[in-house]
């Protein structure tokens, strides 16, 4: 069976810092990634998806970036922290059909 | 108008009634439809999908699909307190693989 792992599960950073968080699948080959932020009480936002390694489409124009080095790595990152990007990050995949499994998500707060 | 609605709630409904869940899209061309039930503090867990006009049932749960009326709903028979959470409709909009969410309706199941 498939499992998707992100981590951290928490993050607490200030503002101005850099960011990297990761995301790998496993029991899957080549599967589409995606990265969305959910902001406190708001819907799931779209930030980018992958179909394949080092192809990235990005949805949301914005500091932050993402790659994808490995089949199924998914990194998103980012230079400097805003406050504006505190929020639950999702890291979800999907095979041939649309239907898109979530990890556990990593919980960030920018102070 | 937004691509994907849904009320938000709370709906709030007895144990062991019927809850009905809600939620129209605007892309005309959309072939797939999702419902993900996130509990508070945790990822979305993809519970239902349906790409036929009709129902679908699984369990307690039964997915109501009319691409006419461009319309889709979530019936969970005999309500738990279990059931108590967020119900996130999602639709696949702008092409293959691209999933809109909804922002939720909060279920409140009462003892």
Redesign the interface.
Known sequence: SQTIHQWPATLVQPVGSPLSLECTVEGTSNPNLYWYRQAAGRGLQLLFYSVGIGQISSEVPQNLSASRPQDRQFILSSKKLLLSDSGFYLCAWSAIKDEQYFGPGTRLTVT | QKEVEQNSGPLSVPEGAIASLNCTYSDRGS??F?W?RQYSG?????IM?IYSNGDKEDGRFTAQLNKASQYVSLLIRDSQPSDSATY?C?V?TGG?????????TKLQVIP
Do not use: D, H, N, R
Not at chain 2, 96 to 102: E, N, P, W
């Open positions: 072939q797939s999702f993900y945790k990822s979305p867990e993809l999908f996130l999602a696949t293959y693989q691209k999933v809109t969410f909804g922002t939720g």
